[in-house]
Structure formats: structure tokens, C-alpha cells
């Protein structure tokens, strides 16, 4: 060897030291007896130890307890010329913390061929089985999960082939993954279901969208259950869909409870039907009643009344003061039990009839009513209204009975020789109005004042005052069918009756 | 009044109220010569000449009828409505009375072309008004 020759052989040799030195790996020799005979830097990174500390050193002190009897079968394998390549382990570092290698262990000859030690390459994988690691668990509780969910779950390829079940899957459907891979699952579907549950789930496998449909799936006995299903493609980093994962839920109680329901809806509304039809055949019997009542029942006592007026008109000069008396008791009663049956087929008519209720002028309804009654007018007597009345919300025919009974009353119940005086107003009370009619007559005594708008009620003595005593039943029953509310007052000086209506001012 | 060549036909069931409505008209002082039908059908039997009414000459159409709702066989309301789908009986007039208050009645016997509708017992003041109207001569 020449110094040119034995340059280049030095040079080779830094330059080969430097390559050792610089690896990542750790690159170790020991001797046959396994002591370290050198060690690099990625040795001491890997390792801990500094070349200082480990150089002569048996190569057990890297190798946990528990792994201890792996080095005997490496250096019987090494003797024997062979090669140990990517072997996976564990090895201990110097502060005791393991980490995983790959280690791959080659021979070293001497110029005779003779092995007298070996060179270790050690890589540390600790990173890469960790994920490895992790991954293993994610997948071990993705399992633990979806085996114990209540739902089938399955994952397929994008061809449609199904890879993987759930347990709850076999469970259910009582197969076995054999008959059930690939498109094995069209054999559990309903014929009925089949095409158009494959069409739709094709659809989905080619656009990319998320698949969802209810249909029926059969379990192991045979039945047909309902289930909700869905299916999600899973994309790589690429957006590439790399499989689909599904479930299906069982939803058969659901549906049944809906169709339950949608049963007893349909139930419900037949009965309401039925009661309606029923209630408007009562209300239909309810009118012939009326209707008879008023023509069959008042006919008779016409007649007695009529007969009665033409027997005074046509006999009264040969008859005694007496027989006119009776003649004219006859008269009155008859007149009084048609007006009685007229009044009760009015309150009978206001509680079922239906209402419309629109704005009504109370100042033009005052002038309506009163222009009817002479008894309303003057000399006879005088109603005023103080300011204007406004409009109210209300059933006009209705609001025109009510107010004709107030007015009535008002010029009726005075003291004898006294000019009824009647006083109109109205307030605004919030969204309602309130029309008060004042009148100057007798009034009523607090103790009388809850009887006075019941039916057949009469606080006054018939002998001085006339009256049914259904007039102001009318009164109250009409108002309130109009969402309305009655009341009076009473002080001495006349009778204060009210009507609160809700006002049809917008503005106020 | 009494030579006027009106005729009225009554359509009424209850005799008092035959009974009260001549009274009235008497009254009144009106004496207008009056046929009773005493239903329904009758009433239709008049106005087409069946039956016992074949021979017009003996029962003339009339000029005024005063109409009953309430009747045996076909109703009031029924007669109305044949009397207004019959072109020959458009002149006659009708005048409902009822012992029916009830404003639907009104509504309906207005809607089936009747003039007048008034509530038994008719009051003599009241006949007497409303035939003075009805008999002045039309144009």
C-alpha cells in the first residue's frame, strides 16, 4: 500500500466512521461474548449511554429482565454465520424507560472469513408502534362499541359488498358473515321492499350522498322488523370514498306506536264525527220542538184570547160587569202565556244559535230601537244619551233583543205618575266597552240582586208590574254568547244596568 | 172596497184562525170574497184546476193569497216555492201568515217571493194597509 493508496483507505475509513456516526440508527459492534465494542451517536441518542460508559460492557445491560434469554439464541444464530433482520423487540434505556426497536444484527469476519463479533442496527420504532398501538385500541373500542350498540351496524365497499357486521347483526338476523358478505344481505330483505331499497342504496354508492330508508329486515324467527337505516361514506385525505359505514335501528314500536296513533286519530275524529252528526240531529229535533212549540202551542191560546176579545166585542153589552171581568182576566192571561212562551223560545234560540259578530253602532242601535217603542218616546217618557256611545263587537239581532229588554225595563219599573227618565253612556274599560242605562225608576234591593238575571226571576209584583220574568235571562244569555258580561248598580235613585262588549275601537 | 173583483184564496188548517181572519177583514170593513184550501196540496190542486177545482169558472184564480207555513202535507214554504216557479201564477200575491216569529222563516218566505209576512193574530189596521196597497190598480 502506498501513502496515496493508504490515504484513500484512511480517507475511506473517516469517511465511513462519518456516515456511522452521523446515522440516526444506533450502529453497535460487539464480540461474540457479547461485549459492546463500539457505539455510535445515534447509540447514545437512542440509548442514553455515552461510548465511554458502554464500550466493554456486556450488551445485556440494554435488554429488559424479562428479555434477557433472547441474546443467547441472537449469539448462537451470529456463530453460526446467519443473519437477524427487522427483528422487533423491546430494549431498556439507561434511565430504565423501554422502547422499541427494529434490530437487524449482522456478523463481522475477520480476513479469514472467521465471525469474531457482530454489528447491531437498532432503529427506534417506538413512534411507529405506538400509532400502531393506538390504532389497535381505537379499532378494539370502535368494536367494544359497535358490538354493544342497540343498532346493526355493517361497513361496505363502494361497490355496495359488505365487509364487516356488528354482533347485534348475527344476533338479529341469526347468519353468519359467510351468507351475508358481499350483497349476501339482499337475502334477509322483503320482496316487496327489495328493488326499491337497492335502487335507492345504488343511488347513494354513486352520488356520494348519504343513503337513508326505512324497511323491513327479517330476524332469525322469521318476522319482519321495521328499521330505520342510514349509511355515511368515509372519505381518505384525498376525498376518495374508501368505504361506507351503516346502521340500521330498529323502529318497529315506533311505526306501530305512530300507526297507533294515527288509528286512534282516525277513531277520534269517526267519534267526533258521530257526536257531531248526533248533536246536530238533537239541535235539528231541538228546532222542530221550538218550532212546533211556537206555532202548536201558542195556537190555542189565541184562540181562547181571540174568542175571548170577540165575545167582549160581539156580547159585551148583554153581559154583566162581571162576566166582561172574567172575560177580560181571560184576555190578559192568554196574552201573558203567549208572551211567555214568545220570551222562552227567544232564550232558547239565543243559546244555540250561532253568532257572527261584527261592529255595531250603539248610538244609531238606540235610535233603531227606541223609534220601535212608543212606551220609549216622548211625552211618554225620554231617553238620552250623554256624549257618543261608540261600537261594540257584537251579534246585532242579539244586541238589539238585550238592549230592547234594558230599555224596556228602564221605562217600565218607575213609580206610579212618575216620567221615566233614561240615561245612556258608555266608558272605554281597556279593549272593552261599557254601556251603562241609568234609569230613575224603583230600583232593586241589594238583597233581590242575584236572582235578577235568572231565568223566570221576577223582583217586582206582577199585580203592579208586568213581565215574565225571562226579559233580563234574555239579557244576560245574549250578552255573554257575544263574549260579553252583564251587571247593575243601585243606589236608590234608579237602577244602573250595564253591558260590556269588547269595543270595535281600534284607535283608543 | 166591496165591488174591487179581488179575490182572496186562504190557505190555513186551524178553523179558529179561518175563523179570525174573516173577523178581521170584517173589521176592517173589507169584503173581499175568499176560497179556503185547507192544505198543502189542496192549494196546488186550486192553482193547477185538479180535482174538485176543475172547473175554473167556479174557482177563479185569485189575486191575493194569504199563506199558512205551517200545513198539513206540503208546507207553506213548499207552496211558495211552487207558486214562484209558475209563470202563471206570477201575478198573484202573497201574504204569509204564521204564528212563526222566527226571523229564518221571514228570511225564507221573502226569499220564495211572498209580499208581506205577518204574525198571527193578523190585526184588522194592519189587513186593512196592507190591501189598500195591494189593490190600487198597477201600471
Known amino acids: ?508 | 172596497m166591496t165591488d174591487s173583483g179581488k179575490l182572496i184564496l186562504l190557505v190555513e188548517d186551524d178553523e179558529n184562525d179561518v175563523f179570525f181572519f174573516r173577523r178581521a177583514l170584517k173589521k176592517a170593513g173589507l169584503e173581499i170574497p175568499i176560497r179556503l184550501v185547507t192544505d198543502g196540496e189542496q192549494a196546488l190542486q186550486y192553482f193547477n184546476g185538479d180535482g174538485q177545482y176543475r172547473d175554473r169558472a167556479a174557482h177563479p184564480l185569485p189575486d191575493i193569497i194569504f199563506l199558512d207555513l205551517k200545513l198539513p202535507y206540503l208546507s207553506g214554504m213548499d207552496v211558495l216555492e211552487h207558486i214562484q216557479k209558475q209563470p202563471a201564477l206570477n201575478t198573484i200575491d202573497v201574504i204569509v201568515l204564521t204564528s212563526s216569529p222566527e226571523e229564518r222563516d221571514r228570511k225564507r218566505a221573502f226569499e220564495l217571493g211572498a209580499k208581506e209576512y205577518l204574525v198571527k193574530p193578523a190585526a184588522p189596521k194592519t189587513l186593512l194597509q196592507i190591501l189598500d196597497r195591494l189593490m190600487q190598480p198597477r201600471e
Open chain 1, 1 to 508: 500500500m502506498n501513502v496515496s493508496e493508504l490515504t484513500q483507505v484512511e480517507n475511506r475509513d473517516s469517511w465511513l466512521a462519518a456516515i456511522v456516526e452521523s446515522s440516526d440508527d444506533a450502529i453497535i459492534t460487539k464480540d461474540l461474548n457479547g461485549i459492546i465494542t463500539s457505539w455510535n451517536q445515534g447509540a447514545q441518542r437512542i440509548f442514553g449511554y455515552s461510548a465511554e460508559e458502554v464500550i466493554g460492557k456486556p450488551v445485556a445491560i440494554l435488554i429488559p429482565p424479562d428479555r434477557q434469554n433472547e441474546e443467547p439464541g441472537i449469539l448462537a444464530r451470529l456463530r453460526n454465520g446467519q443473519r437477524i433482520d427487522h427483528y422487533e423487540t423491546v430494549r431498556q434505556r439507561k434511565d430504565g424507560t423501554l422502547l422499541d426497536i427494529s434490530l437487524t444484527v449482522s456478523p463481522l469476519r475477520n480476513a479469514e472469513g472467521k465471525v469474531v463479533g457482530a454489528s447491531k442496527i437498532a432503529r427506534d420504532i417506538s413512534v411507529r408502534k405506538q400509532a400502531q398501538r393506538a390504532l389497535r385500541e381505537s379499532e378494539e373500542r370502535f368494536r367494544a362499541v359497535v358490538d354493544n350498540i342497540p343498532q346493526m351496524a355493517w361497513t361496505s365497499t363502494q361497490s355496495g359488498d359488505v365487509t364487516w357486521y356488528n354482533r347485534r347483526w348475527y344476533e338479529y338476523t341469526g347468519t353468519t358473515f359467510e351468507q351475508m358478505k358481499g350483497r349476501g344481505w339482499i337475502a334477509i330483505h322483503h320482496p316487496e321492499h327489495l328493488e326499491r331499497v337497492v335502487a335507492k342504496f345504488d343511488e347513494s354508492l354513486q352520488t356520494g350522498r348519504v343513503w337513508e330508508d326505512t324497511f323491513p329486515i327479517r330476524g332469525k324467527d322469521g318476522k319482519y322488523r321495521w328499521f330505520l337505516s342510514r349509511a355515511v361514506p368515509i372519505r381518505d385525505s384525498a376525498g376518495k370514498i374508501q368505504l361506507w359505514f351503516g346502521t340500521n335501528t330498529d323502529v318497529t314500536e315506533q311505526r306501530e306506536a305512530r300507526e297507533a296513533l294515527a288509528r286512534s286519530h282516525d277513531d277520534l275524529e269517526k267519534r267526533v264525527t258521530e257526536r257531531t252528526a248526533s248533536l246536530t240531529e238533537a239541535i235539528a229535533q231541538m228546532e222542530e220542538f221550538s218550532y212546533s212549540v211556537s206555532h202548536d202551542l201558542r195556537a190555542p191560546v189565541r184562540a181562547m184570547q181571540g174568542y175571548a176579545q170577540a165575545t167582549l166585542e160581539d156580547y159585551g153589552d148583554i153581559l154583566h160587569d162581571q162576566g166582561r171581568e172574567y172575560l177580560n182576566h181571560i184576555v190578559r192571561s192568554a196574552e201573558r202565556m203567549d208572551r211567555l212562551v214568545r220570551d222562552l223560545l227567544t232564550y232558547s234560540r239565543l243559546a244555540r244559535s250561532e253568532l257572527e259578530l261584527q261592529p255595531v253602532s250603539l248610538d244609531r242601535l238606540v235610535r233603531d230601537i227606541v223609534s220601535h217603542y212608543p212606551e220609549m218616546q216622548q211625552p211618554k217618557a225620554e231617553i238620552i244619551t250623554r256624549g257618543t256611545l261608540h261600537s261594540v263587537i257584537a251579534h246585532e239581532p242579539s244586541l238589539t233583543q238585550a238592549l230592547s229588554n234594558l230599555l224596556s225595563n228602564a221605562v217600565k219599573f218607575v213609580a206610579p205618575g212618575v216620567k221615566p227618565e233614561v240615561e245612556l253612556y258608555s266608558e272605554q274599560q281597556g279593549a272593552r266597552l261599557r254601556l251603562w242605562v241609568h234609569d230613575n225608576g224603583i230600583g232593586i234591593k241589594p238583597e233581590y240582586r242575584g236572582r235578577l238575571f235568572g231565568l223566570f226571576e221576577r223582583i217586582h209584583n206582577g199585580k203592579y208590574y208586568e213581565g215574565t220574568g225571562i226579559g233580563l235571562a234574555i239579557v244576560r244569555k245574549s250578552v255573554e254568547r257575544m263574549g260579553g258580561r252583564v251587571g247593575m248598580e243601585s243606589n236608590g235613585k234608579g237602577s244602573k244596568f250595564w253591558i260590556e262588549l269588547p269595543s270595535a275601537q281600534t284607535d283608543s
